[in-house]
């Protein structure tokens, strides 16, 4: 660990101006991005008496090795540029709120020909709407309910695409929960219209939708036609189910936010109420780690920031109001850059009587019980992994503390369709998006420990190419001092590119005994890396082997250091058999005619539609493959050669009796 006074700047090289600054590791990695009115008084407050930070803050900047700032014009520029960072760099020591739970969302994917309606968890994609959050059980009742309504589409593209192939609806096709846009029921701009009147109730126009099928009943009524009439009062009636199902707490015409938190020392949970139309329709909440020591409006502009900066830029999910309750720092620029995403005026504002005060203690009691919940939960699993990565650093003798691990796996079947596999563990957890998957061939295919080698080469070859990077990019922009607004690194339209490898592990585990470890040993020594050590698990005994040792580690059964290597090979194994399979499924399909030199997919296509198959296709003289589209005399030649090749080759291996394994002379 770094001492901070090693790279303290000087007091009078800091200016006083608002700004944006940005710690980094030795490695080059931002690790931390804040803002302040003025950066000389904050910066001074990290480096005056670091032993009287907090401990997360304590640790941040005895992990950075330099930090920069950006001067900016406004507070308004901090807080955009604050964000483009944060967004652009994921520092681990920034504020996140993390989702105390999973929630469903009900989704129309517009960004397709057939948009579907559907059930999502996870990340939002692009182009599709997204309702809610909502309980598991209300939110499947609701679509089934609404599906009656609006027939849009509901089944997965396998589904769709059999239909299309067959002519023939699904289920849903038959019993009217779906237009069946599959075999042609409807029109393209028709089924999309129907998911625009889906979106347009979900988004709070229900009494429109209610008084048209009212009107249309009393028509169907007029005229007699009382089998119409008696649908359309079932379809009034599955509407009025979804609409009055929540309880109307504010004005009809109110559309809000209310947010609320319980905080400690620590951490801090916060829940949100989603208010439209005056009615609740969804609940949302987040639980998050203080890393300074922020005050209440510090947490609230933080939780305004993430929260309508990932979901409201993309989705346009911004109520008129926010209720929040504190009046967040930067409360102007904040209501400002918040309209700009919406597109319109949002009011931030805290409620002091009412109704709205009303609601507002009762998602500052659900905030509450959610933060008892967490700390319940999380107790016993921060203390178990906490013991397991304790006990390994220890049982190993290393001098650093495992904040990340990498694990490596080879896969294949007898030495065809040769893998392997990289996983990620920081603070004892695993972190997906950090995990890599490597095709090995060649030489290097052609055992274990030359695979491993191979893939550990690459692997951190990847990395000090991109920490050369960074040290270029860092040279062309100066020491990072002092820079206005307006240079380059205030251009936030253009992102820059995400290193892939640019974080080196602590530690790296190895699927295998002796052999194995010592090739990746030999693979990083080569690349003149020191500070990242080495160990193998081995799977019969469970032996964890270091380099260049004749005896290995044997760690205790019982020991939660054990257990900890176990989850991580276990992991990377899965996912190394995962990509095994995958490229393995590729091979058996593949085509005899996907050898041939100068044929891509398109004229594959074409020479089997001509020829109606593989057989036709070898059979056919260079005059008969030239009719076909897109082959030329020159590419003809080069297939009938290709063909006589192979089946020259072929004529000439020995026939095998599989009865009784004799060779058969020829």
Same mark, same amino acid.
């Given at each position: ?17 608002? #700004? ?24 001074? %407050? ?5 032993? #009287? ?6 640790? $941040? ?50 960004? &397709?020909?057939?948009?579907? !309606?559907?059930? $999502? ?15 598991? @059980? ?17 089944? %997965? ?15 849903? @096709?038959?019993?009217?929960?779906? %237009? ?96 439209? =139309? #005056? ?13 300074? *020591? ?5 947490? !609230? ?9 990932? *979901? @409201? ?29 919406? @597109? ?15 609601? $507002? ?53 007898? =030495? ?51 920490? %050369? ?43 295998? #005994? ?101 057989? =036709? ?31 020259? &080759? ?17």
């Amino acid at each position: 660990m770094a001492n901070p006074a090693s790279y303290r700047p000087k007091t009078g090289e800091i200016p006083t101006n608002p #700004g944006v600054y940005r710690f980094r590791d030795p490695h080059g990695r931002v690790i931390y991005v804040g803002k302040a009115k003025s950066l000389r008084s904050r910066l001074n %407050s990290y480096f005056a008496n670091p032993a #009287g930070l907090l401990p997360k803050t304590y640790a $941040m900047v005895h992990a950075a090795s330099s930090v920069e700032w950006t001067v900016v014009g406004s507070e308004l520029e901090s807080l955009q540029l604050e964000y483009t960072w944060i967004k652009e760099f994921k520092p681990r020591f920034n504020v996140v709120f993390r989702d105390d739970k999973t929630y469903p969302y009900l989704a129309v994917t517009m960004g &397709e020909k057939y948009p579907r !309606v559907q059930v $999502m968890r996870g990340d939002k994609r692009k182009g599709t709407r997204y309702f809610g959050p909502y309980t598991a @059980g209300a939110i499947r009742e609701t679509m089934d309910t609404l599906l009656r309504v609006f027939p849009v589409r509901s089944c %997965s593209a396998g589904v769709f695409k059999r239909a299309e192939a067959s002519g023939r609806p699904c289920l849903l @096709g038959y019993i009217d929960k779906c %237009s069946a846009p599959c075999v042609g029921r409807i029109s393209p701009d028709d089924h999309r219209a129907l998911a625009d009147d889906f979106c347009a109730f979900m988004g709070g126009e229900a009494k429109r939708f209610i008084n048209k099928l009212e009107k249309q009943m009393a028509d169907a009524v007029a005229k007699l036609d009382y089998e119409h009439a008696a649908r359309l009062r079932d379809d009034i009636a599955a509407l009025r189910k979804v609409f009055e199902r929540n309880a109307v707490v504010l004005s009809e015409d109110t559309d809000a936010d209310v947010f609320a938190l319980h905080e400690d020392e620590l951490e801090a949970a916060v829940q949100v109420f989603h208010v439209r =139309g #005056g009615r609740i329709r969804g609940q949302r909440g987040w639980v998050v780690e203080k890393v300074e *020591d922020f005050t209440t409006p510090d947490l !609230v502009e933080h939780l305004l920031q993430q929260v309508y900066g990932e *979901d @409201g830029e993309t989705h346009g999910r911004l109520p008129r109001e926010v209720l929040v309750p504190v009046a967040p720092s930067n409360a102007e620029d904040l209501a400002t850059w918040l309209g700009g995403i919406r @597109g319109a005026k949002v009011d931030i504002r805290v409620p002091q009587r009412g109704d709205k005060a009303a609601l $507002m203690s009762t998602v500052r009691e659900n905030a509450e019980h959610a933060l008892k919940l967490h700390k319940t939960r999380r107790a016993g699993d921060i203390t178990v992994r906490s013991q397991a990565l304790q006990e390994l650093q220890e049982a190993l003798d290393l001098p650093v503390p495992l904040l990340r691990i990498e694990c490596f796996d080879v896969s294949h079947v007898q =030495g065809t369709n040769v893998v392997a596999s990289m996983v990620v563990v920081e603070d004892g957890l695993p972190k997906k998006s950090d995990y890599r998957k490597f095709s090995i061939t060649g030489p290097a295919a052609s055992d274990d420990t030359a695979a491993m080698h191979d893939v550990l080469t690459r692997r951190f070859r990847h990395y000090l190419q991109d920490k %050369s990077a960074q040290v270029d990019d860092s040279l062309l922009a100066g020491d990072g001092k002092d820079l206005v607004a307006g240079d380059a690194v205030l251009d936030t339209t253009t992102p820059a590119p995400k290193a892939k490898f640019a974080y080196p592990p602590n530690l790296v585990v190895v699927d295998g #005994g002796q052999p194995q470890v010592n090739a990746a040993a030999r693979a990083l020594a080569e690349l003149g890396i020191d500070d990242v050590y080495v160990v193998g698990l081995a799977k019969r005994l469970e032996e964890v082997w270091l380099p260049d040792s004749d005896f290995p580690v044997i760690l205790p059964r019982t020991s939660q250091g054990l257990y900890l290597l176990q989850r991580i090979r276990d992991e990377a194994h899965r996912f190394a058999i995962t990509f095994h399979r995958q490229k393995r499924g590729k091979a058996m399909t593949v085509s005899a005619l996907d050898a041939v030199p100068g044929l891509g997919a398109s004229k594959r296509k074409a020479l089997l539609a001509h020829f109606g198959s593989v057989k =036709g296709v070898k059979a056919a003289t260079v005059e008969e493959l030239s009719e076909a589209k897109g082959i030329g005399p020159a590419l003809a030649g080069a297939i009938v050669n290709h063909f006589a090749a192979g089946t020259a &080759e072929a004529v000439s291996v020995p026939a095998i009796n599989m009865a009784t394994g004799e060779i058969i002379e020829t």
